[in-house]
């Protein structure tokens, strides 16, 4: 008792909210909450914060933001020799350039509404490939351009240069890779069988590597044109490629994007509303949602027209993202999935001076590194604000460009870190109202880094104006947990550093939590009578050993049994136990059955002292076995109606008649003489009969069935007749069992 008292005394210490003005118990089983590698920490919001194949976050490179960019999309980014980023945007179709100081200027504009992609020549020209009339704009270093090249095609997804200075387009929506002349005419270098080859890169020996939708295949293209088949990706769309400076090809796709719709050439370009950030969607929106962008009438014969999509000139909405991956393809044709996207396109990769690869997705703007293609070494290292990142170009000196749509943006990501990030966890549900215990963390702070955690709750899934205030920070791991108990509970790190080449590194995080205590739940009570056949009952025909009632024909003793069943749970998983008591139905007060069962749900119970009539059965469930006596809870739950009946049936009226057999009857050649006749009742006073069987002699039991053939009452009339072959004296023993299972003999001897 003193042993309890002062464990009682621990947990008041421990929770000095239990008092007795408390509405909630606490008491259950501790639990805890923690978060520990990449796709834990991938679920929550991330600011400054990057998410590391490890497991564990840091600070994200230090992102700059260019000045604004006035368009709906930047598509693409490129740069020339003397370090100048141009920027191709749509809506409008125009060439931004953009210097190392962060100054924006439109450069060359268009009278597209696109400029998808952009390709440099080694003189400082700049090539523009534009939708949707096809064409190919020359500008040069001093911004001075026009009409290059105009295509059949209405879309030029992308544009490139090989080692000889030659340039290839890639198009939709015939699925056709031209190659243009320095004078600007074009040529059929490659026509697929399919709509669009949205991406294009060469090797060191020049063959061209083309991503195809809506097949979703690669293909691999020598300079003479020769086509083959480098792989085929399970879903529908290859939508971008990049080549590290070994020859090793990496792809990402886009599965869930609807085929892209060519249109007419409108008379003048629509100022056409874009779709609103992701964040107001209601699906998946897609980088090249030209769908959105552009009205679906008179099309161009596509290969594959879209007709899933355009239906009697309505347009649907766009399919959502599905499962996207990059794909890394040795050359020896070897193919591995590095990274995998759940509800995200990978709408861009590239490579950078260290071979690492760059992955950009949208809707869910993200961009990934992945350190040498390894799949281990894969980092998030930006959850952007905007919609899609639509190209990322590496620089000089670790600076890489990011462009985005929805909104339009470019940013300038430096190697050093940023000096504060956050990391905003996802709401965790506990089920019920919850007590909070130490909130835990493990990480590294070097020199002029610090972690601080702080957390809030509230009693629902969304935070809103209910629930808490951000806690203080917490300054040191293992401090009690601020916010009061609640249901839901989220926490948020704030990583820092005053030294750019210097960042703390957060390895797990985890809260201890207490959930409110809930009563046991009770499912259904069944009440049966095991083993009510005959032969489980009788000694006459088995070898059971079972004990013998020398008055009863050789039937071994009826010891009445009901067996209950019941279901059960804790919404805690708290260990149970039970105890049982009955009444009969008449009765008001319970009287116990059996105490502290435990574990099993289930129970045997001999009735043969209980008199015959109807009862209940209770079921008392508690969780006492996980909690303190004063805290624990109970259930309870009683049972159906049920029989008991331990009388066994009477059998009377037992008549026999000895009857003669006609004279031309034979049975195995020799003349039997009589057939027994046997009438009676079979009664029971409880419940009906359900079986009458006879033994002749002490051989098999035979059935016999009522007169009316059914089974249905408590007294049915049987009749049997029983072929006298012998003249020897016979015993017969009838037997009738009712519905509970017992058993009423009589016997009769004869001598025929």
């Not at 929770?15 to 606490?26: A, D, E, G, V």
């Not at 085929?259 to 629509?270: C, D, K, N, Y």
């Not at 509970?740 to 004869?750: H, Q, T, W």
Request: with cysteine.
């Amino acid at each position: 008792m003193k042993i309890f008292l002062i464990a009682f005394y621990i947990i008041l210490l421990a929770f000095p909210f239990l008092t007795s003005s408390t509405r909630f118990l606490y008491a259950t089983t501790t639990k805890t909450w923690t978060e520990t590698d990449r796709s834990d920490f991938a679920k929550g919001k991330l600011e400054n914060v990057s998410v590391h194949g490890r497991g564990n976050l840091t600070l994200s490179p230090n992102k700059l933001k260019i000045k604004e960019v006035p368009a709906a999309y930047v598509w693409c980014l490129a740069k020339n020799e003397e370090g100048l980023i141009f920027a191709g945007t749509g809506d409008p179709g125009s060439i931004f350039k953009i210097t190392q100081d962060g100054d924006v200027t439109e450069f060359y504009k268009t009278p597209e509404l696109h400029v998808k992609t952009i390709a440099t020549d080694n003189t400082g020209n700049i090539y523009a490939g534009t939708l949707p009339h096809g064409r190919i704009y020359k500008i040069t270093s001093d911004g001075e351009g026009g009409i290059f090249c105009e295509l059949p095609a209405p879309y030029i997804w992308d544009l490139v240069f090989d080692g000889n200075g030659n340039l290839y387009a890639a198009t939709g929506i015939n699925g056709i890779i031209y190659k243009i002349s320095k004078e600007g005419v074009p040529s059929v270098f490659f026509d697929s069988p399919y709509s669009n080859i949205l991406d294009l890169v060469i090797d060191e020996d020049n063959n061209i590597y083309a991503a195809c939708e809506p097949e979703g295949l690669i293909y691999k293209i020598t300079t003479n044109g020769n086509a083959s088949v480098l792989y085929d990706a399970e879903e529908d769309e290859v939508h971008c490629l990049a080549i590290d400076k070994n020859g090793i090809l990496y792809a990402g796709t886009s599965s869930g994007i609807p085929p892209v719709l060519p249109v007419i050439t409108p008379p003048t370009p629509p100022q056409i509303q874009f779709p609103p950030p992701i964040e107001e969607l209601p699906y998946e929106a897609t980088d090249i949602l030209l769908n959105d962008i552009f009205p679906n009438t008179n099309m161009y014969n596509s290969k594959h027209p879209s007709e899933d999509y355009i239906k009697n000139g309505i347009r649907e909405r766009p399919v959502p993202a599905e499962r996207n991956s990059v794909y890394r393809i040795d050359k020896d044709g070897r193919v591995k999935e590095i990274l995998v996207v759940d509800k995200a396109f990978i709408l861009c990769l590239t490579v950078n001076s260290n071979n690492d690869v760059l992955v950009g997705t949208g809707n869910k703007a993200k961009l990934f590194k992945i350190v040498n293609g390894n799949v281990e070494d894969t980092s998030l290292l930006y959850d952007f604000y905007e919609s899609q990142v639509l190209d990322i170009l590496p620089y000089k000196n670790g600076y890489k460009y990011i462009a985005t749509g929805n909104n339009a943006n470019i940013y300038k990501l430096s190697s050093d870190y940023s000096n504060k990030g956050t990391y905003e966890s996802a709401v965790h549900d506990t089920s019920y109202i919850s007590s909070w215990g130490c909130i835990s963390w493990e990480g590294k702070t070097p020199s002029q880094t610090e972690i601080n955690l702080s957390t809030r709750s509230g009693n629902s899934k969304k935070p809103d104006i209910t629930w808490c205030d951000w806690s203080e920070e917490y300054k040191r791991s293992g401090e009690k947990t601020k916010s009061p108990p609640a249901r839901f509970i989220q926490y948020r790190v704030t990583l820092t550093t005053n030294n750019s080449i210097t960042a703390p590194i957060l390895d797990n995080a985890s809260i201890a939590y207490l959930p409110q205590n809930q009563p046991p739940l009770i499912g259904s009570i069944k009440i049966s009578s095991p083993g009510n056949s005959f032969e489980e009952k009788t000694g006459a025909n088995n070898n059971s050993g079972s004990k013998k009632d020398e008055n009863n024909f050789g039937l071994s003793i009826h010891e009445p049994k009901k067996l209950i069943n019941w279901e059960s749970s804790d919404p805690n998983n708290d260990r149970l136990r039970f105890d049982l008591e009955y009444k009969g139905v008449e009765e008001n007060k319970w009287k116990e059955l059996q105490r502290n069962i435990k574990e099993e749900k289930t129970y045997h119970w001999n009735t043969n002292r209980i008199p015959d009539g109807y009862y209940q059965v209770k079921v008392i469930a508690s969780d006492a076995p996980d909690n303190p006596i004063e805290l624990a809870l109970e259930e309870e739950k009683s049972s159906n109606t049920f029989l008991v009946d331990n009388t066994r049936p009477v059998i009377s009226d037992l008549e026999t008649i000895m009857e003669t057999d006609p004279p031309e009857q034979d049975r195995a050649g020799s003349r039997a003489g009589n057939t027994l006749i046997i009438s009676g009742i079979a009664r029971d006073e409880m419940c009906n009969i359900n079986e009458i069987q006879y033994s002749i002699d002490s051989g098999d039991w035979n059935p016999v069935f009522p007169v009316d053939l059914i089974f249905d009452s408590r007294e049915e009339s049987f009749l049997l007749k029983i072929p006298c072959v012998s003249s020897e004296e016979h015993t017969v023993v009838i037997n009738a069992i009712d519905a509970e299972g017992n058993v009423g003999s009589s016997r009769i001897v004869f001598n025929p």
